[in-house]
């Protein structure tokens, strides 16, 4: 097995028929092409969040530790959109939005319902906060 240093992001293309990405990135041995299959895209993603995620916490070995939530990168959102959808044939409440990207989330009706009460909730508490000067 070789080792290769990522040194940065050249580029990343997708097929014509959205099956395949190449992603082209920039190594201590020179230029690497990745080709991800589109059925394997959202376990790569899923694994490079994670791993995210764990570099964010203050000893990454440990775990999250009690009270620790890791390292918060909030993206502003420009817009939203709400509509529904069958999502692997059951009826889900369908979000996206849309910030520098557009993350399109699905969630059964009582996670939305928990969602918008949560929203509400925290609204209320924006809303009753002494302003500050």
Not at 14 to 42: K, P, W, Y
Not at 73 to 84: F, H, K, M, P
């Amino acid at each position: 097995m070789s080792t290769f240093v990522m040194t940065g992001l050249e580029n990343a293309v997708i097929s014509e028929d959205r099956s395949c990405f190449d992603i082209q990135v920039r190594t201590d041995h020179g230029l690497v092409t990745l080709s991800v299959r589109a059925r394997h895209l959202d376990e790569l993603i899923t694994r490079l969040q994670g791993l995210e995620y764990r570099a964010s916490l203050l000893d990454p070995a440990k775990g999250n530790q009690p009270g620790e939530t890791g390292l918060l990168r909030a993206e502003i959102v420009d817009s939203q959109q709400v509509g529904s959808a069958d999502v692997n044939g059951v009826a889900n409440v369908v979000l996206a939005l849309k910030t520098s990207l557009v993350r399109v989330f699905a969630m059964s009706p009582s996670i939305a319902r928990a969602m918008q009460q949560s929203l509400a909730d925290e609204i209320e508490r924006l809303n009753v906060r002494p302003a500050s000067h």
